[in-house]
């Protein structure tokens, strides 16, 4: 089955406590990106890659880092989390190839950092 | 710049009655247009999608046109359902240069359909 991955689905932390968040995408997609929903606000992209060791920054990065180490994978870094970082995270991927570059989304990450 | 307005929420319906949630959107070129759905605890999930101007998408008895001259994408349904309590994004991508492949979100309509 096509789909987008995402562990811990929820992760409660404390401040400072470095945490991984993983997605990971079984579709071949060359696009990948990770989103942050919080209300009000709707969703804001905080990182995306193109490509394998391809990364850039979204609108939201701050606090924030990436890597692309395969295709396949895409994990959200928090080196030191801080209570404004409580949200919902999703990752999501597309094709790169011509055409409308629909993303496919993962099922989301609940994180509260006390 | 790219960037989607949406009507605000939250929308309340009865069931089988007819819904309307606006969309407009700001882009250069020709842009791709999505409603997305988002149902309670899941992620988002594609519903349809446009990609040319009077193109008309349609899932599930939802559909949308994208209106090039009025810069539109109106998500309707004629008869919702309390199944359809979810919210709703409209969402674009402009496939050029810097933000290719990127996805520019409204910021979500809730809708509640009570029985």
């Known amino acids: 089955e096509a789909q987008v991955t995402q562990n811990p689905r929820y992760l409660i932390t404390v401040t400072g406590k470095k945490l991984t968040v993983t997605c990971s995408q079984n579709?071949?997609?060359?696009?990948m990106s990770w989103y942050r929903q919080d209300p009000g606000l709707g969703l804001r992209q905080i990182y995306y890659?193109?490509?394998?060791?391809?990364?850039d920054k979204g609108d939201v990065p701050e606090g924030y880092k990436v890597s692309r180490k395969e295709k396949r994978n895409f994990p959200l870094i928090l080196e030191s989390p801080s209570p404004n970082q409580t949200s919902l995270y999703f990752c999501?991927?597309?094709?790169?190839?011509?055409?409308?570059?629909?993303?496919?989304f993962g099922p989301g990450t609940r994180l509260t950092v006390l | 710049g790219n960037s989607v307005t949406q009507m605000e929420g939250p929308v309340t319906l009865s069931e089988e009655a007819f819904l309307t949630i606006n969309c407009t959107y700001t882009?250069?070129?020709?842009?791709?247009l999505f409603w997305y759905v988002q149902y309670p605890g899941e992620g988002l999930q594609l519903l349809l999608k446009?990609?040319?101007?009077?193109d008309k998408g349609s899932n599930k008895g939802f559909e949308a046109t994208y209106r090039k001259e009025t810069t539109s994408f109106h998500l309707e349904k004629g008869s919702v359902q309390v199944s359809d309590s979810a919210v709703y994004f409209c969402?674009?991508?402009?496939?050029?240069?810097?933000?290719?492949?990127?996805?520019?979100f409204g910021r979500g309509t809730q809708l509640t359909v009570w029985p």
């Open positions: 999501a991927s597309s094709f790169m190839g011509q055409g409308s570059y629909e993303q496919f």
């Open positions: 579709m071949n997609h060359e696009y």
């Open positions: 890659s193109m490509n394998v060791e391809v990364t």
């Open positions: 882009a250069t070129g020709y842009p791709s």
């Open positions: 446009a990609t040319k101007a009077d």
């Open positions: 969402a674009l991508s402009n496939n050029r240069g810097s933000t290719l492949g990127r996805l520019y």
